[in-house]
């Protein structure tokens, strides 16, 4: 065969899509090596420098059991060698670390345990859990510290190691652009399609996920472009979404609605109108033609996001009666009549164009770079106005050009104002279906990882992914898009995604969903100590959801930790579960939602909900959030259970910004508590940030939900009390 020069390759492509308009990219660049999925340690001879003690031997490290571990002795340096049995090449190595960690400390490989050669060493170690990739062969590989984090020893539940499989690993079949198999659980219609055939399927849906919150069904519902008569009754765990390039290239002529019918309000069984749980849905890239004379409904709460939709009247944003509703997101919408928001206790709109306006308000409304949006105003009327996203990129979608799939990449916007399509086609970049692996149910992740090393994107089909392994995601740009509410089950205790310190990668569409095992980490950006700017070309996660109990005993210390700089994050729900299977103060185990290291990050819409100690650590300098809701957990069992968050508080706050933090700043942000296992357990504060010029806070509330528990301050002692008699406080900016 002809070797033909990648940029070449490039070039010749550029210039056939330019004509276009829009970019066409290959697929994200090839690893080096084809790295294997089996943990070439388990098991294998071990030895160490030192143990603390006979209960914590070296030979707990590897044996893939992440409830036993290996200790040293108080002090530096201590190490830990296994040997292979032969001479292999080493591509990766995880650690997961215990509370005991190390600071400082190589990896290093040998082919006689006694000349080293280092194939990585940091000096600025965060511990939890870590997936290193290296490359150097030995039949020995050593973790070697120097450098303790604690006055304790150094502490692995697990150490792993990966080798080069030599190119045997799993066989990665093609996919077909043009007739790619998305599975049972996916149904795209086009405009041949009956109109009776459409409308059975949607109902048969419906009525399936009408109450179905924690079952393991998913679906999506894909429509090409044309024109289409159907009523959408939007249940859970259901997405429906658009096929054109532009919202208006798929017109339906009735409804994409949510209801409140069917979950009890109050103490009156016949009252149904409450939408608190109407969670996990999505309606995407679509115009609605609402009939003659008629609203639409989008009674949610968190997790349904409404996304680059183009709608022809009025909607509601609750029952439109007395029921309840609590949060959701309208973004890169046209909303051509008015919104009312009624009893939505908070809700964010962000770069869309309200041509019809908005009325309504309770605690939280947040609006940033929406035209027709109503003015600044805090509180009573609480609106939260923000004119421009200072940095944004869209959320990637599947579109179909008439001939084949494709996946459309928005362009990042900069002070951006309104929806990215106003003006026609939006920037971006358009990538054939055929550049993606499409992961359907039970594929096993050596498979998926064996695609992402082939330089693949990889596309989730609807339903739940059990992993046995992490998900490495380690190319520039790679893009992971879930469809149809995609589940992804870490079993093992890992992460369920590790992603390298590297540009323009990009999570989407997925639900996250803890294991029984304690996974150290869920989701991780970038590898602790994470330096390298992305600030031309940031990774985004849109429409990421996590969840910790609910519909198992799930259990995961940290949902999502960032480590790279420039992250962007639009709209995620991370939920430490009040309600379902599994849940209990000691049963759904997490300690925090979000922590973020990396300097630069943005978040856009989030909601983080329940965690056992800060929901919300914020580490890393220059960081900015628009809009912010949280609810502190249910069930401490009384203050002394709940820990303190030092300096003799009670409690945690729900955001916590370091203390070392010089620049950080926060728009529409508010903090619940629903203490109702002990009413009398108090919070110290909601918020709790260093006080000093740079850190500053705008549109604060904090709530005591039917005066159900207290908190004392807003934010730091500052603020009123939040209590039985005085259910909500607010404060306009802080400092």
């Not at 080493?90 to 280092?118: H, I, K, M, P």
């Not at 993606?436 to 050596?446: D, H, K, L, S, Y």
Request: with cysteine; net charge negative.
């Amino acid at each position: 065969m002809k070797y033909t020069p990648w940029r070449l390759v490039v070039a010749v492509i550029s210039l056939i899509t330019a004509a276009a308009g829009i970019v066409a990219v290959p697929s994200a660049s090839a690893a080096p090596l084809a790295c294997g999925s089996t943990n070439a340690a388990l098991n294998r001879p071990v030895t160490a420098s030192s143990t603390e003690n006979a209960g914590t031997p070296a030979s707990a490290a590897v044996d893939g059991n992440t409830g036993t571990r290996w200790s040293s002795a108080f002090s530096d340096p201590q190490s830990l060698q296994v040997d292979l049995g032969s001479t292999k090449q080493v591509c990766r190595v995880g650690l997961n670390w215990e509370a005991a960690y190390g600071r400082a400390f190589q990896l290093q490989v040998s082919t006689d345990a006694s000349n080293w050669t280092t194939v990585y060493s940091t000096t600025t170690g965060a511990g939890g859990t870590q997936s290193l990739d290296v490359s150097g062969s030995g039949r020995y590989v050593r973790v070697y510290g120097t450098a303790r984090a604690t006055q304790y020893g150094y502490s692995l539940w697990e150490l792993t190691i990966n080798t080069d499989d030599g190119g045997t690993g799993p066989v990665i079949p093609p996919t077909d652009p043009r007739a790619p198999d998305f599975g049972p659980n996916v149904f795209v219609f086009d405009p041949s399609t009956p109109q009776s055939t459409i409308q059975s399927r949607l109902n048969t849906i419906a009525s399936t996920m009408r109450t179905n919150q924690f079952g393991t069904q998913r679906y999506a519902v894909l429509f090409k472009p044309g024109t289409y008569n159907a009523d959408v009754d939007l249940r859970f765990y259901t997405q429906v979404a658009g096929l054109g390039l532009l919202p208006d290239q798929v017109n339906l002529n009735g409804h994409v609605r949510v209801e409140a019918d069917w979950l009890q309000q109050g103490d009156n069984p016949n009252n149904l109108g409450n939408a608190t749980q109407n969670f996990w849905r999505s309606a995407e890239n679509m115009y609605v033609h609402l009939p003659a004379g008629q609203i639409e409904r989008w009674a949610v709460s968190q997790a349904a996001p409404y996304r680059r939709m183009h709608l022809s009247g009025q909607v509601q944003l609750w029952n439109g009666g007395d029921g309840w509703a609590s949060g959701g997101l309208i973004a890169d919408s046209q909303m051509d009549g008015v919104v009312v928001s009624g009893s939505q206790q908070q809700f964010f709109t962000r770069n869309s164009d309200l041509r019809g306006g908005w009325t309504g308000s309770v605690w939280n409304m947040v609006f940033t770079g929406t035209t027709g949006s109503p003015a600044q105003h805090f509180p009573d009327p609480s609106h939260t106005v923000v004119d421009t996203s200072p940095k944004i990129r869209e959320k990637p979608f599947l579109y179909f050009d008439g001939t084949e799939y494709r996946v459309f990449v928005p362009a990042v916007r900069e002070n951006a104002r309104g929806t990215s399509w106003a003006s026609g086609n939006p920037a971006g970049t358009s990538i054939s279906l055929a550049n993606f692996f499409v992961v359907r149910e039970g594929t096993p992740a050596a498979t998926i990882n064996a695609a992402l090393a082939q330089g693949k994107h990889l596309l989730f089909t609807p339903g739940v992914h059990h992993l046995d392994d992490t998900i490495r995601v380690t190319n520039p740009n790679t893009i992971v898009l879930g469809i149809g509410l995609a589940t992804l089950t870490p079993d093992t205790g890992l992460p369920a995604i590790t992603v390298s310190d590297v540009d323009g990668v990009q999570l989407a569409g997925l639900l996250v969903d803890a294991g029984p095992q304690n996974s150290s980490v869920l989701v991780e950006m970038g590898p602790s100590g994470s330096t390298a700017s992305h600030s031309a070309n940031p990774s985004a996660l849109h429409d990421v959801f996590f969840r910790v109990g609910g519909q198992h005993a799930g259990k995961a210390t940290v949902s999502l930790r960032i480590n790279s700089k420039d992250v962007i994050g639009d709209h995620m729900w991370l939920w430490r579960g009040d309600h379902g299977t599994g849940i209990g103060w000691n049963t759904n185990t997490a300690q925090n939602g979000l922590v973020v290291n990396g300097d630069n990050v943005i978040m856009y819409g989030l909601f983080v909900e329940h965690y056992q100690q800060y929901n919300t650590v914020w580490n890393g300098n220059n960081g900015r959030t628009y809009f912010y809701q949280n609810e502190m957990p249910y069930d401490p069992p009384d203050n002394a259970t709940w820990g303190s968050s030092g300096g003799g508080a009670l409690g945690w706050a729900s955001y916590k910004v370091g203390d070392n933090v010089t620049t950080h700043e926060a728009w529409g942000v508010g903090s619940y508590c629903f203490f109702n296992t002990n009413p009398a357990v108090t919070a110290s504060r909601g918020f709790e940030a260093p006080n000093r010029s740079g850190v500053r806070f705008h549109g604060l509330v904090t709530v005591s939900l039917g005066g159900v528990g207290t908190i004392n301050r807003v934010i730091n002692d500052t603020g009123d009390v939040a209590n039985q008699p005085h259910q909500v406080s607010y404060l306009p900016n802080y400092p």
